[in-house]
């Protein structure tokens, strides 16, 4: 079985350390099971971008939305300096989909474009679709803004194809995270009828599959080899750590 790097002991908190190093404690595997199970669903080709969305009680419940139907990262322009934060709402939803972080719409926009990404944004214009007539099924990234204000004008101009979702009351919009939740269901539903939802890892590069396991089983030992710039251990079958490593650290699991 295979222990940690040395000099990763100085990058771990004190509070994160126990009686047993990651030798005496493995990854369970069933755990790594579970874990593999749900990278396999994972969709590289579903995402959302959040403009100015910041209140962590919105945030997470989009986290836990994207989690709970497979997307693998989703995206968001921030206009704090401060790192965005979540509350309970998430259920720990952020440790399995990464949250990318961007200077400006612009930049974001440009970068999931290049990816071969659609822009399909909320919006109440003249020329906007009911989501329910939008096609989904092929690179998606869904573009919302903060619930007071809405999309900003930049990030209008930049969408490939403008949304809504119809109202049947006085108030015309929703929760921003009740919108991208209905828009990221909807997604999931004209998938699984054209039965391109993944099951065995297909919608996941294979490189990033191997790195994104990686983090999701060892993720202080991930941090450490990206301070360290060096490529993470292999994993067997079970998901140990094969790599022969200096035993010098004792580390929470």
Known sequence: MATLPQGISETIPNTLKSKKS?????????????????????????TVLLEKVEKPHNLSAILRSC???????????????????????????????KLNEHNNIEIAAKSLKEKGFKL???????????????????????????????????????????????????????????????????ALRQREAAGIIPSDGEGIDKKL???????????????????QGRKYPELNSKGEITEDLPRTLKLFY
């Open 67 to 97: 989690d709970a139907v497979g997307v693998l990262e989703a995206h968001a322009v921030s206009t704090t300096k401060k790192a965005l934060t979540f509350n309970s709402t998430a259920q720990g939803s952020q440790k399995w989909v």
């Open 120 to 186: 399909f944004g909320t919006n109440l214009g003249i020329d906007a679709c009911d989501y329910r007539q939008c096609d989904f099924t092929g690179p998606t990234a869904f573009v919302l803004g903060a619930e007071k204000w809405g999309l900003s004008k930049a990030a209008t101009e930049l969408m490939d194809t403008a949304l809504f979702i119809p109202m049947r009351g006085m108030v015309q919009s929703l929760n921003v995270s009740v919108a991208a939740a209905t828009l990221l269901f909807e």
């Open 209 to 227: 599959f191997k790195d994104r396991i990686f983090e999701w089983s060892y993720p202080q030992v991930a941090d450490w080899c990206k301070e």
């Open 22 to 46: 990651l030798c005496d404690m493995p990854l369970l595997p069933r755990r790594f099971e579970r874990l593999k199970n749900v990278l396999n669903c994972r969709m590289a080709n579903l």
